[in-house]
Structures are given as structure tokens and as C-alpha cells.
């Protein structure tokens, strides 16, 4: 059993989530990643965390099977010990798609990803942290948590969603000793695995060298944050704080 406790990231591609689990596996817990796919990707993550010194596990998992999130959670419990810090780094952008490009399939998938599995994430593990009296859950947002844009139906509907799941959950668990952190992340961060993902390697790039030094965000900083609110004294916690690069422009001036 690590002697800080167990961290579980629920989305841990090459950007936010793995950078949060380097952080806090820097600081002795062990870290247990899941992500849907990249098996060497995922592998890679583990491996060097555990160069590093600090101690990791990861699988693939499907956030949207039955029972997969459940399931995962228990045996994270049940073979590292108490998970203490829970990370809920799932998003569900598929670009840009006006209201005639998005499908029912595509509204109700950003659905399941983004408000339902957070959801059952912490129906199973919130009731265990209760017992416990302490736990933390820190949850990655997005602008369209706080605006709704054209082009952004299925995701805006999610997250938004999202947000007010993290205020509910928040309000009752809060008092009993579970922090509960909506972070928004307002700008674009420099993850191949989700920006570069959507505009592709050489738009990514172009994308890069445009904005210049510190235009996209550092995910190894967001890491800092995320870290930083998981150890507040509980006199003063962050529910919800959000994240820009010093050259973006507030979600509320844009």
C-alpha cells in the first residue's frame, strides 16, 4: 500500500491525466491510470513513472461498458488500498459540428462519457470515502461548462451537466469530508491526445507556432493545480477555479 495513498485517474492520455499522475506519484502515491485506447501509450506512462521512482498501474478500460468504471474502482481498492485523490479527466469534444452534424448517437455518447460516468464513478466511490471521512474528487472541465457555443451541442449539453452533477455532489458529500473541485480548463492544452487528436499533426503544429511560447497550456502546470487542490485544508477548498494561458482571453470577454 503506498504510504501518500492511491490516486485513480479516469482518462489518462498523454496530456492532463498523465501529468497529474506524475505528480502525485512524485509525492509517493501510487497512481492507477485507465484510458480507452493506446495500449504502448498507457504502457508508457506507467513505465516511466516507475523509472522515476514512484509506483503506477494501468488498463484499458471503455468508460461507457457496464459496470467497466465499478469494477475498476474495486479493484484499485481491493489490490492498492484506499484510492484517496480520484481524477475524472474524461472529455467527450468532437470538434466543431453544427446541429444538422450532430447525431442522436453522438449527443447521447458525450452524454455517457461526460455526466453518466462521472456519475457512476462516484456512486461506487464516493459511499467509500464517506466511511472513510476524507477523500477527494477532482473533476476536468471546459468552457462549455460556463458557455455553450455553435457548433458544440452534444459537448456543452455534457459538460454543462457535468458542472451541476459537481455542485450536487459537492453540497451533500462536501460537509461529510469529501472535497469535491470542478476545474475548468479554459484554452487549449498541448496534448496530442486530445488537440492534436482533433486538428491532426500538422495543423497541431502550425496551430503550436502560432500562439509561441506558453499559448497552449502546459499540462505539467494544470498538474500543479490539481495537486495543489487536492491538499487544501478543508477551512478553505476550491470548488471551482479555472485555468487559461496568460495570452487567452476569458471564456466571459470572448
Known amino acids: 500500500m503506498s504510504a501518500e495513498g492511491v490516486c485513480l ?44 521512482g514512484g509506483s503506477a498501474s494501468g488498463i484499458l ?9 465499478e469494477e475498476f474502482v474495486i479493484k484499485v481498492e481491493n489490490t ?28 447521447e455518447l458525450a452524454w ?26 477532482l473533476v476536468t472541465s471546459a468552457t462549455a461548462a460556463a458557455r455553450g457555443n455553435a457548433g458544440q451541442h452534444a459537448h456543452a449539453a455534457a459538460i454543462g451537466g457535468r458542472r451541476l452533477l459537481c455542485q450536487s455532489l459537492n453540497a451533500e458529500f462536501g460537509p461529510r469530508g469529501i472535497h469535491v473541485a470542478h476545474i475548468i480548463v479554459d484554452g487549449a492544452v498541448n496534448s496530442p491526445d486530445t488537440l492534436g487528436k482533433l486538428l491532426g499533426p500538422e ?14 497550456m502546459d499540462p505539467a502546470e494544470i498538474a500543479e493545480t490539481y495537486y495543489h487542490i487536492a491538499h487544501q485544508h478543508r477551512s478553505a477548498w476550491t470548488f471551482e477555479t479555472d485555468l487559461r494561458p496568460f495570452s487567452g482571453k476569458p471564456w466571459w470577454n470572448d
Open 9 to 52: 485517474i479516469l482518462g489518462a492520455g498523454s496530456g492532463i491525466g498523465a501529468h497529474v499522475a506524475t505528480r502525485f506519484a512524485r509525492e509517493g502515491y501510487h497512481v492507477a491510470l485507465c484510458r480507452r485506447t493506446d495500449a504502448a501509450g498507457l504502457q508508457r506512462s506507467v513505465d516511466a513513472i516507475k523509472a522515476a
Open 61 to 69: 478500460l471503455d468508460a461507457t461498458a457496464p459496470d467497466a468504471i
Open 80 to 107: 492498492h488500498g484506499p484510492i484517496t485523490t480520484a481524477v475524472f479527466n474524461l472529455g467527450a469534444q468532437s470538434g466543431d459540428r453544427g446541429l444538422a452534424e450532430t447525431s442522436l448517437k453522438q449527443f
Open 112 to 137: 455517457r462519457m461526460t455526466s453518466l460516468a462521472l456519475f457512476r464513478l462516484a456512486k461506487v466511490l464516493i459511499p467509500l470515502m464517506v466511511e472513510r471521512g476524507s477523500g477527494t474528487l
Open 203 to 216: 495543423r497541431f503544429a502550425q496551430y503550436r507556432d502560432m500562439l509561441g511560447p506558453d499559448g497552449l
